[in-house]
Nanobody, 127 residues
Framework: QVQLVESGGGLVQAGGSLRLSCAAS????????MGWFRQALGKEREFVAS????????HVADSAKGRFTISRDNAKNTAYLQMNSLKPEDTGVYYC????????????????????WGQGTQVTVSS
């Protein structure tokens, strides 16, 4: 089992920044591919970013590319999502997710492939 706890959400004005954190426990951290997803009110959950267990491979959704950066600190078993130049359309609940992979170089964008999920943290961007 893997437990995920997100933090760092909040209210920010458009153009501002936030950093989300996801602390993990319970399984071999370096074999976990980590992902961030978000869900706006009334919309489906969508992929934001993914990072491989090694931290060397990342994949960021087009809507976030150039503004969001995913990273991980393997010494702290924590993944991060640095969000800059935030827009009102970035508003939603942000979820951290993890999947157990046989490779430390895997990134994934499909929510169905992730085994573990955090409780979510609200991000609100005001215009």
């Amino acid at each position: 089992q893997v437990q995920l706890v997100e933090s760092g959400g909040g209210l920010v004005q458009a153009g501002g920044s936030l950093r989300l954190s996801c602390a993990a426990s319970g399984r071999t951290w370096s074999m976990l591919t980590m992902g961030w997803f978000r869900q706006a009110l009334g919309k489906e959950r969508e992929f934001v970013a993914s990072i491989s267990g090694s931290g060397t491979n990342t994949h960021v959704a087009d809507s976030a590319k150039g503004r969001f950066t995913i990273s991980r600190d393997n010494a702290k078993n924590t993944a991060y999502l640095q969000m800059n130049s935030l827009k009102p359309e970035d508003t939603g609940v942000y979820y951290c997710a993890a999947l157990s992979s046989i490779s430390r170089y895997t990134v994934r964008s499909s929510a169905d492939e992730y085994n573990y999920w955090g409780q979510g943290t609200q991000v609100t961007v005001s215009s």
